[in-house]
């Protein structure tokens, strides 16, 4: 049996940010996987470190400041992974809302960020707009604007965190498959395809396998995980220069977002609430048609994309937080679910994005009562 302090599973953003923290408050701390560091949902997302303009206008006003205090955290920590980006958001007759909502929204995103250094939202010119994204309709375009998030590549991040959790002496077993957990007074009794372990801490960080995880090894928890998938397009060329964000008539967004290392564009998301195992999980012909049409709704005849341009298709799943029975919850705030018996403590991360971890996992630490 190999002791620890802290025993994470879970080796998504979430549980290596919380793995990194433990370790640099001087815990002993293992983190399991069952597949591989930010392999699962942590690399099939729209690659973006952002505030959530959107969320601004669901009032989640507390999730989009602490956002966007992440995100300038995160570009100076890691200038070589995360930087900021410029995107263009133009806006049609067709277009769902307003240019003078848009603006008031951009002007609080501007204040809530705090920093000058990330560029201000501005109006930009229409017809150098039209030069330069010349595949987009000009077409009842009544103007354009953009403003500042930052870009980066989800799995790198993962891994550079995964790493710095090592070098302060932390352990990362993958490929881990975990065979049962026994939970007494004494700790957390875990036997696994690597071996045996135990800690008086679990910190269980399984993203939308945390219900599949829970009723598996019997593990109480308040909350219940909202699965909401959403599928991601690649296509080769660059279809536009710079990032946009689009919204749909039905006032959804997505993103286009171009990739010049790659020479590919990648266009995304969608969201379906799914009820399936997340080993069963695959995207849907609907959802991929639903993208198609909604680019070229905005597309030039002879820019616009078919079936057979898609070059590949990755799915990713939000993790939405829900009290059980109540499946009206649907907020992208993360909730804390803590659980002692005796001096052991079982937390469940609930919910999260990737732009939010290193906030999620500094309160991690303070919820457990871990002194740095």
């Given at each position: 049996m190999q002791n620890y302090d802290v025993i994470v599973l879970g080796a998504g953003i979430n549980g290596c940010g919380v793995a990194e923290n433990l370790a640099r408050a001087?815990?002993?701390?293992?983190?399991?996987?069952?597949?591989?560091?930010?392999?699962?949902?942590?690399?099939?997302?729209?690659?973006?470190?952002?505030?959530?303009?959107?969320?601004?206008?669901?009032?989640?006003?507390?999730?989009?400041?602490?956002?966007?205090?992440d995100r300038q955290r995160l570009v100076q920590l890691y200038p070589d992974?995360?930087?900021?980006?410029?995107?263009?958001?133009?806006?049609?007759?067709?277009?769902?809302?307003?240019?003078?909502?848009?603006?008031?929204?951009?002007?609080?995103?501007?204040l809530m960020s705090g920093s000058r250094s990330a560029g201000k939202s501005r109006t930009e010119d229409v017809e150098q707009f039209k030069a330069r994204f010349s595949a987009f309709t000009s077409e009842n375009l009544r103007s354009v604007l953009s403003y500042v998030d930052a870009k980066t590549h989800d799995q790198e991040l993962c891994r550079r965190?995964?790493?710095?959790?090592?070098?302060?002496?932390?352990?990362v077993?993958?490929?881990?498959?975990?065979?049962?957990?026994?939970?007494?007074?004494?700790?957390?009794?875990?036997?696994?395809?690597a071996g045996e372990f135990s800690a008086p801490i679990l910190v269980n960080a399984t993203g939308p396998w945390l219900d599949e995880v829970n009723e598996k090894y019997g593990l109480p928890a308040v909350y219940g995980i909202r699965k909401v998938s959403g599928i991601h397009l690649i296509f080769d060329g660059l279809v536009v220069p710079e990032l946009m964000f689009m919204q749909t008539r039905e006032k959804r967004i997505f993103f286009?977002?171009?990739?010049?290392?790659?020479?590919?564009?990648?266009?995304?998301?969608?969201?379906?609430?799914?009820?399936?195992?997340?080993?069963?999980?695959?995207?849907?012909?609907?959802?991929?048609?639903?993208?198609?049409?909604?680019?070229n709704a905005y597309l030039k005849p002879d820019h616009q994309f078919h079936r057979k341009d898609v070059r590949d298709i990755y799915i990713g799943v939000r993790p939405l937080v829900r009290k059980k029975g109540d499946l009206s919850d649907v907020s992208r705030e993360y909730k804390l679910d803590l659980h002692t018996k005796g001096k052991t403590q079982l937390l469940h991360i609930f919910g999260g994005k990737l732009t939010t971890y290193r906030s999620l996992a500094e309160k991690v630490v303070k919820v457990l009562g871990v002194r740095c």
């Open positions: 001087g815990k002993q701390v293992l983190l399991l996987d069952k597949g591989g560091v930010g392999r699962g949902t942590s690399s099939k997302s729209s690659r973006l470190i952002h505030g959530g303009l959107r969320y601004l206008e669901t009032g989640q006003i507390h999730l989009v400041h602490e956002s966007l205090h992974l995360v930087a900021y980006k410029r995107f263009f958001l133009p806006i049609y007759k067709s277009s769902p809302r307003p240019g003078w909502m848009i603006r008031i929204g951009l002007w609080m995103y501007d965190v995964a790493d710095e959790f090592q070098q302060l002496g932390g352990t077993i993958v490929h881990c498959d975990v065979e049962s957990v026994v939970w007494d007074e004494s700790g957390f009794q875990l036997s696994s395809s286009i977002i171009p990739e010049p290392e790659n020479n590919q564009t990648l266009i995304g998301t969608t969201e379906r609430e799914e009820d399936c195992l997340m080993g069963d999980l695959h995207a849907q012909e609907a959802d991929i048609q639903y993208l198609l049409d909604q680019v």
